[in-house]
């Protein structure tokens, strides 16, 4: 038991050695201004230019969503005729 104790005890150290680095770059990054955003460190206003172009896109990509809900109601629509049309 004693012998696990001090065969283990380097490894702790490793580990409070290696996530007292990890606080200290963290630390610094943030002094420096800089954001954990999407796995990369960024200023604010590049994430801001981030979210924006993000948002724009979506708001993009809804209004094409919208445009082929109503082209298909249309042609479902139109195809009802069709059919109302061909049976009588």
């Known amino acids: 038991m004693q012998t696990e104790e001090i065969k283990s ?5 490793d580990v409070a050695m290696l ?6 770059s963290m630390e610094g990054r943030l002094k420096t201004g800089l954001l954990p955003y999407a796995g990369e460190w960024l200023s604010l206003s590049t994430i801001q230019k981030r979210v924006s ?3 724009k896109k979506a708001r993009i990509k809804l209004f094409e969503l919208f445009l082929l809900y109503l082209l298909m ?5 139109m195809l009802v005729l069709l059919v109302i049309l061909l049976c009588y």
């Open 9 to 13: 005890q380097p490894v702790m150290d």
């Open 19 to 24: 996530r007292q680095r990890i606080v200290e």
């Open 53 to 55: 172009a993000a948002r």
């Open 73 to 77: 109601t249309l042609l479902s629509a």
